[in-house]
Each structure stands twice: as C-alpha cells, then as structure tokens.
C-alpha cells in the first residue's frame, strides 16, 4: 500500500468534523469529504438513562485505510456506525448494517459517547471485519460489512442486569497479530479478554494484572503470544496505579503477566494512555511506542525491555500510530 | 460584493487570509452569502452549517456592524452596511467562558444609558426603553 497517504479526523464542538489526508508522508495535509450521512431512516439508541435517543452523527473516532485498495478507507463514527470511502476519503457511504443491527435500539454510551472507535480488518479475508464500540461490545461481519455479529461471549459486565448480555458491555480496545487473525485479545473495561474463534467463545486473561482497568492493549509484531497492556487505577480514577508507570507484558498469551518499568517514571506520575495510543512497529525487535496524556511519548526499540521518552512537551496524546518504512 | 472575514481554524481550512470576498447572486441574505462562500471554498462545508440540516453549528456566531445575526432568519436580507461592503459579516466561534448573562442587558440599563447602540436600526429599539426582539442585536460598547 502507499506509505505516504495518511488520513487524520478533526473534530470539535465550534466546527465540526474535518477529514485530512496527506499524500506526501505528512508533509502537507488538504481536507477530504466530511459528509457523514445515514443511509435510510434513523432509528434510536438508548440514552446515560435508558430513555430513547435518535442517531446522529458526531465525529469520526477511527479511521482504518483497506489493506488492498490505496483509496478505500473505513471511517468509525459517533453514533455508533461505520462508514466506507472508496475514492481516499472525498466522499463517505454508511455500512448501515452495524447502525440498524437488531440490538442497536439497546446500545447506550460509554462515558466518551456511544462509538465505533475501533476497526480491525482480517489480512486473510477481506470480507471479515472486527468493530468495537463503546458501550455495545465487539461486533464481526463476514460479508464486508453488510451484516454483523456480536461477539462477546465470555465476557462479564458487572453492573449490567444481565452481566453475560449479547451486547452493552465495554470493550476499551481488541488487537489482533497480522497473521493469527482469528485471536482477538481484548482490553475490556474490566480485564483482559482474549478469543481464538473470531470471537465466538472468550475467556478472561487478566491474570496477576494490578487493576482490572485500562486501555490500550497491543500484540508484539513478530510473538503472536506477546502482548501489552497499560493498566489504570479504576473506571473513575483515569491514571496509572500507585504513581507508576508501568507496561505489562504477557508472553503466554495472557494470564502470567510480567511489569516493565526501565525508562519509565516510578513515582509521582499521573498520567493515562488511551486505547487509540498505543502501537507497535514491525521491526524484527518490535519496538513499541504509547502517548500519554501528559504529553509524552514513550518509545522501547526492544519490545519493552527498554524505555525512552522520545516526544515531550505536546497535547495530551489521542492517538499514536507507528509506520515502519522500508 | 460581500465582504466575510472567517475565524482562524474556517481560514486555515479555506486556504485564505482573513477576510473573503464574494459575489452573491440575488438577495443578500445569510443562506444566500453562506451559499457563496462554500461554493466558492468547498473545504468548508459542513464547517459553518450542518451538512444535512443547514443549521449553524450552536458554537458558532454571524455578528456584523456590532449587531449579533446568529439568531436571524438565514432567509432575512442582510444589513444594508454588509451589502454595500461598508461592513463585513463575521463568522466567529464562540468564546467559551464568562456569563452569558452579561451579553443580556436589563432594560432598565438600556433605559439609563439610553444610547442608540446599534448602528442598522439607529437605536430605533432602545427608545421608550424597548428592547431589539434578538436580544443582542444592539451592541454594549457604550456600556463598557
């Protein structure tokens, strides 16, 4: 695929949605298509209180370009839909069959909105696609996006009348390896989960993890059992626990989870990573990069042995994505 | 000719300096001056109006000749002053912060300073103490 195009979402209160794309690596942007619109009528999701609440649109959270067409790119939006461009982002079709899945009337928001904030796309089939959304679950389609599934059995939301509920439930962030892409590790709101089914059974894999909650969540580009996560302190207390910043590091595959801390401040650091600010190069050592939101990016060249703050001084961090260039 | 001069992020978007120039076919109004400016920028639609409703975004603000027009008819003809090019339209975010009640006066403050404020209506509202139907549509720099 082209390494220069990269796409970027702005969105803000005074101004809306704004879509850029640059073809030159980054060097220059110039805005695409903004238009965001539903296919067909719009029905209601629940509101915080159960009421009804009609669809809108919001902003765009997630943008994943097609792993086979340099200018098919999918947009995950707020309300929870997804959209399509096939023309590098000039102009945007909804998949309405995410938005009108049967459940969808019972998806409410998370604390940050009601959102598809992640897409995976499958690297052997590109038919199937992995969407999270805050606050339904996972969901997969097998048919390019027509048609979806939720897939998030095996995971337990306390709190909710029914905690092994189809849908409702909080996935922060699931992350495959390119090439095992039937094993999906999840961060939830609570645990860590993880799938060898696309998502048709589940079994948690929080382990010795300090807390239960979290964000991001990333597999090691070349140990499909290595994976990484950023424990915080709680749902209500968004930093990292006790003061210290620490990435934990399973080489199982889950459950036996092992701390890094060289680099990394140990005390009297408060800061939170989002699920979108993490990422991993695909270097034969895997270096591993995540922004925090005190403005800061950490990078290990060695797969998390090592830390470095390589970027300081900036906004507090969204989203950090790694390119490996040739 | 119209005369629009565009907050920073619309001007970064628009590829342009501060203020446009545009030509507007028929009535001047709000729809028919937005029209022109998205026709002419395109990377600034659905920036200033929603895409599907046309509304104005509720974080952003039309003022022109110290008059606020935000809550105007979008079908109203503009001032005379911004068809003329005397005046621009500004299209500004709002500035987050303070009280929004001190944008609202008390008719007895209009009463006492009994200023004619607003340069289009010529303070035609203020006199007998009455009050501009847009709330803000008379200016407070006399007040200040």
Known sequence: ?326 | MIRVELSYHLRNLARTGTGVTLAVGGEVTLRSTLDALEAAYPTLRGTVRDHVTGQRRPLLRFFAGECDLSHDSPDAPLPEAVQTSREPLLIVGVVAGGRVTSLRPRSSEVRRRGTPLCTFCDGTHNRDGQMCPSYVRHTFQAMA
């Not at chain 1, 110039?30 to 915080?48: D, S």
């Not at chain 1, 909804?94 to 938005?99: A, F, H, K, N, V």
């Not at chain 1, 964000?215 to 968004?238: K, N, R």
Request: proline content about 6%.
């Open chain 1, 1 to 326: 695929m082209n390494p220069d195009r990269i796409y970027a979402s702005q969105s803000s209160s005074w101004f809306g949605q704004v879509i850029q794309r640059s073809d030159d690596g980054g060097k220059t942007w110039n805005p695409v298509g903004n238009q965001f619109n539903h296919e067909g009528t719009t029905g209601t999701h629940q509101w915080y209180d159960g009421t009804p609440h009609p669809w809108e649109f919001k902003r765009v959270w997630h943008l994943e370009s097609s792993l086979t067409d340099p200018d098919t790119v999918y947009a995950g939006v707020e309300d929870a839909a997804i959209f399509r461009s096939t023309d590098g982002g000039q102009n945007w079709q909804e998949l309405p069959g995410l938005r009108t899945h049967q459940s969808g009337f019972q998806w409410a928001p998370g604390a940050g909105g009601l959102a598809v904030h992640t897409i995976l796309l499958d690297p052997t089939n590109p038919d199937r696609i992995y969407v999270a959304i805050s606050a339904a679950g996972a969901f997969r389609s097998d048919d390019g996006g027509k048609t979806w599934k939720p897939i998030n059995r095996g995971l337990k939301s306390k709190y909710l009348p029914d905690p092994n509920a189809e849908v409702g439930h909080r996935v922060h962030r699931p992350a495959m390896h390119r090439s095992r892409p039937d094993t999906l590790f999840k961060q939830l709101q609570w645990n860590v989960m993880r799938t060898d089914d696309a998502g048709e059974n589940g079994n948690l894999i929080s382990g010795n993890l300090p807390t239960d909650f979290g964000f991001p969540i990333e597999v090691h580009a070349q140990e499909l059992d290595t994976v990484y996560v950023i424990p915080i302190t709680s749902d209500s207390e968004y930093y990292v626990d006790d003061g210290k910043l620490r990435v934990y590091r399973s080489r199982t595959g889950g459950t036996d989870w092992e701390v890094l801390t060289n680099g990394l401040q140990q005390q009297d650091c408060y800061v939170n990573v989002l699920r979108d600010a993490m990422s991993v190069d695909t270097l034969d050592s895997c270096g591993i990069s995540f922004g925090t939101s005190g403005e800061q990016v950490y990078c290990s060249p060695d797969g998390g042995d090592h830390w470095k703050a390589i970027v300081r001084d900036l906004p507090p961090f969204v989203s950090v994505e790694v390119q490996t260039l040739p």
